[in-house]
T-cell receptor, first 117, second 114 residues
Framework: DVKVTQSSRYLVKRTGEKVFLECVQD?????MFWYRQDPGLGLRLIYF???????EKGDIPEGYSVSREKKERFSLILESASTNQTSMYLC????????????????FGPGTRLTVT | GQNIDQPTEMTATEGAIVQINCTYQ??????LFWYQQHAGEAPTFLSY????GLEEKGRFSSFLSRSKGYSYLLLKELQMKDSASYLC???????????????FGRGTSLIVHP
């Protein structure tokens, strides 16, 4: 069974702290993604990676960085957490290429609800 | 740019049929996805359309018209457990990241009542 796991379901951090969110997938997928989800705003892409050590900025990368040292693991880093980064963070993975009969749909982890105080 | 529109909220009765619409305006098109997300849980994949027409999967069907920039998700024989958010996502090869990265609409919250 397909599985994406995230290191924490709930996390509370103080303003200015460095925060690491870890994501691991066991499907040998090339693509991995980090999103944040806020009420009324939907899912917004922070960063994605299409291969080990490769990363690309999404729509809202400011205040975040990522690391992908191994194919199965994609980390999101908040260098100095701020209150406006309080959100639900979702990791996802997918195959690299769509085919005629499949769309390389994304598989999501359970999410990490981060509160920055 | 990209614009994906879905109604914010819909309500329906158990046993009924409901249609959730999604319209999109993108530079290009390379596939449309529907996901279901229960409160507090991760989105899960429901359907994928890349060609015009209807794709049926049990109680759920998804329709696409590329010329109209329009899709809908049809849920039949509604059950209470279908209460969830339904997310439409469009893949645009001209967007940042190219054809691999879908852009999500804000989701439609469906409430099914007895």
């Amino acid at each position: 069974d397909v599985k994406v796991t995230q290191s924490s379901r709930y996390l509370v951090k103080r303003t200015g702290e460095k925060v690491f969110l870890e994501c691991v997938q066991d499907m040998d997928h090339e693509n991995m993604f980090w999103y944040r989800q806020d009420p009324g705003l939907g899912l917004r892409l922070i960063y994605f990676s299409y291969d080990v050590k490769m990363k690309e900025k999404g729509d809202i990368p400011e205040g975040y960085s990522v690391s992908r040292e191994k194919k199965e693991r994609f980390s999101l880093i908040l260098e100095s957490a701020s209150t406006n980064q309080t959100s639900m963070y979702l990791c996802a993975s997918s195959l690299s290429e769509p085919g005629l009969d499949w769309g390389n749909e994304q598989y999501f982890g359970p999410g990490t609800r981060l509160t920055v105080t | 740019g990209q614009n994906i529109d879905q109604p914010t909220e819909m309500t329906a009765t158990e046993g009924a049929i409901v249609q959730i619409n999604c319209t999109y305006q993108t530079s290009g098109f390379n596939g449309l996805f529907w996901y279901q997300q229960h409160a507090g849980e991760a989105p899960t994949f429901l359907s994928y359309n890349v060609l015009d027409g209807l794709e049926e999967k049990g109680r759920f069907s998804s329709f696409l018209s590329r010329s109209k920039g329009y899709s809908y998700l049809l849920l039949k024989e509604l059950q209470m457990k279908d209460s969830a958010s339904y997310l439409c996502a469009v893949r645009d090869p001209h967007a940042s990241g190219g054809s691999y990265i879908p852009t999500f609409g804000r989701g439609t919250s469906l409430i099914v009542h007895p």
